[in-house]
């Protein structure tokens, strides 16, 4: 308790460095999605969570994830495990090092073109 009030009282500059941190990994995530994927997605206003519309590409969920999980060894998770609204959304944790975002969307790159070099 005592942790949790002295964050909300004395650590904005704390803070406010996550804050760009995380807006940074938004913003690579985007240009990433639309260079190597030509994904045009759109920044959440209020999450750390991506929520990526994987609809254009033209690839079953299912194959996405079989290929995501058992050939490139990364768990994006189907945003269809959190309700109707996530149907055809990859969600994808923006908390997190720059170098595991860009991991993951170098992961998910070789997923989607290996299925789209099979179809």
């Known amino acids: 308790m005592l942790a949790t009030i002295e ?3 004395h650590q904005e500059d704390w803070l406010r460095q996550l ?3 995380i807006d940074n990994n938004f913003d690579f995530t985007k240009r990433f999605l ?8 759109q920044i959440p206003s ?3 969570l991506g929520w990526i ?3 254009p590409l033209n690839i079953s969920m299912k194959l996405l994830q079989h290929e995501l999980v058992k050939n490139q060894k ?3 998770m189907d945003g269809s495990v959190y309700g109707n609204g996530g149907h055809n959304y990859l969600r994808f944790n923006l908390g997190a090092p ?3 975002i860009e991991d993951g ?4 790159a070789k997923a989607v073109h290996a299925i789209q070099d099979t179809q």
Request: proline letters at 0%.
């Open 7 to 9: 964050c909300y009282n």
């Open 19 to 21: 804050n760009n941190y």
């Open 34 to 41: 639309k260079e190597n994927l030509d994904l045009n997605y």
């Open 46 to 48: 209020a999450t750390y």
């Open 53 to 55: 519309n994987v609809s």
């Open 74 to 76: 990364v768990a994006i």
């Open 98 to 100: 720059k170098s595991k």
């Open 105 to 108: 969307l170098n992961r998910l």
